[in-house]
């Protein structure tokens, strides 16, 4: 197929690419700006939605990743609205401009997160379990509803709720220098469930996506085995060979990192893919060991 990818220089996306130009998809990248066709770059407005309608020539997907990176800097009010306006906005716009093609591409598969689910404990999290609360939790709401254009003009839409993606870049990378002085240790009380993915299956999870028609709606882009923040902390100290002996007590998170400790270190999100299960899916690192032995080299 012909994909055009938004947000392919982003984590998971520079992972994207390559693999679906591999496995015979001819992947274009739309970009915000120095747009060559030359080298297999289009532009992509992000204010309008509108695509270089080169890009669009025989087009038979989108997969949209673009949003601005949640975890970068506090949640300030202004933080809050670019955050809102990459992923809610965009999406919008871009479903609207789909929408409005006399020839539409078939698909659309957009990412999400599954702070969809907000903060709920040990309860194990589906596809089909109700939104949490949050500020998070209404970005997913919104960022998934936003994409209604396209569905309603007849183009199949996936929404990926991606959960914590581990791979040399991304969050995992954000942790390995405490970890690796001796530094780490568990956040709050280390009962909060950890939702994770390694970076190869996120990949996987996306282009699976994509080829199987019966797919739309949501889909939870974890494995099937969430552990605690303690479990995680445990597995990442012994892989590195180091102690974790220094715990993050739930008060001084939130004095770093403000309104965002709640959302994304303190709170539980116990997910399981049921779609992906359903579908048969197969996980290439289901055991967090494995993954982040892979990851690291270890």
Same mark, same amino acid.
């Given at each position: 197929?012909?994909?055009?990818?938004?947000?392919? &220089? *982003?984590?998971?996306?520079? !992972?994207?690419?390559? %693999? +679906? #130009?591999?496995?015979?998809? /001819? @992947?274009?990248?739309?970009?915000?700006?120095?747009?060559?066709?030359?080298?297999?770059?289009?532009?992509?407005?992000?204010?309008?939605?509108?695509?270089?309608?080169?890009?669009?020539?025989?087009?038979?997907?989108?997969?949209?990743?673009?949003?601005?990176?949640?975890? &970068? *800097?506090?949640?300030?009010? !202004?933080?809050?609205? %670019? +955050? #809102?306006?990459?992923?809610? /906005? @965009?999406?919008?716009?871009?479903?609207?401009?789909?929408?409005?093609?006399?020839?539409?591409?078939?698909?659309?598969?957009?990412?999400?997160?599954?702070?969809?689910?907000?903060?709920?404990?040990?309860?194990?999290?589906?596809?089909?379990?109700?939104?949490?609360?949050?500020?998070?939790?209404?970005?997913?709401?919104?960022?998934?509803?936003?994409?209604?254009?396209?569905?309603? @003009?007849?183009?199949?839409?996936?929404?990926?709720?991606?959960?914590?993606?581990?791979?040399?870049?991304?969050?995992?990378?954000?942790?390995?220098?405490?970890?690796?002085?001796?530094?780490?240790?568990?956040?709050?009380?280390?009962?909060?469930?950890?939702?994770?993915?390694?970076?190869?299956?996120?990949?996987?999870?996306?282009?699976?996506?994509?080829?199987?028609?019966?797919? @739309?709606?949501?889909?939870?882009?974890?494995?099937?085995?969430?552990?605690?923040?303690?479990?995680?902390?445990?597995?990442?100290?012994?892989?590195?060979?180091?102690?974790?002996?220094?715990?993050?007590?739930?008060?001084?998170?939130?004095?770093?990192?403000?309104?965002?400790?709640?959302?994304?270190?303190?709170?539980?999100?116990?997910?399981?893919?049921?779609?992906?299960?359903?579908?048969?899916?197969?996980?290439?690192?289901?055991?967090?060991?494995?993954?982040?032995?892979?990851?690291?080299?270890?």
């Amino acid at each position: 197929m012909k994909v055009l990818v938004t947000g392919a &220089s *982003g984590f998971i996306g520079s !992972a994207l690419v390559p %693999r +679906l #130009r591999e496995t015979g998809h /001819d @992947a274009v990248r739309l970009v915000r700006r120095n747009a060559n066709p030359a080298n297999g770059t289009f532009e992509w407005d992000v204010a309008s939605g509108r695509i270089d309608p080169r890009a669009l020539e025989s087009a038979d997907a989108i997969i949209h990743l673009a949003g601005e990176n949640i975890g &970068s *800097g506090r949640w300030t009010a !202004a933080k809050k609205a %670019r +955050l #809102r306006a990459s992923r809610v /906005d @965009a999406t919008q716009r871009l479903a609207e401009h789909l929408a409005a093609l006399e020839r539409r591409p078939r698909m659309l598969v957009c990412g999400s997160a599954i702070g969809y689910y907000g903060s709920r404990g040990s309860e194990l999290l589906s596809e089909t379990s109700a939104p949490g609360k949050g500020f998070l939790a209404d970005l997913c709401r919104d960022w998934e509803e936003a994409a209604a254009p396209a569905r309603a @003009a007849g183009v199949r839409v996936v929404h990926v709720r991606t959960g914590v993606v581990l791979g040399r870049g991304g969050p995992l990378a954000k942790m390995l220098l405490p970890f690796r002085l001796g530094l780490g240790g568990v956040i709050g009380n280390g009962e909060q469930y950890f939702s994770w993915i390694a970076l190869d299956d996120i990949v996987e999870v996306f282009r699976f996506a994509l080829e199987h028609e019966d797919l @739309a709606g949501p889909i939870n882009g974890t494995t099937s085995n969430p552990v605690t923040n303690r479990v995680f902390t445990k597995t990442l100290g012994k892989v590195l060979g180091r102690p974790t002996l220094f715990p993050m007590p739930a008060f001084a998170a939130r004095i770093v990192f403000g309104e965002m400790a709640d959302e994304l270190l303190l709170a539980s999100a116990r997910v399981e893919p049921a779609r992906l299960a359903q579908c048969g899916f197969s996980f290439r690192h289901s055991m967090l060991d494995d993954a982040l032995r892979h990851v690291l080299g270890r």
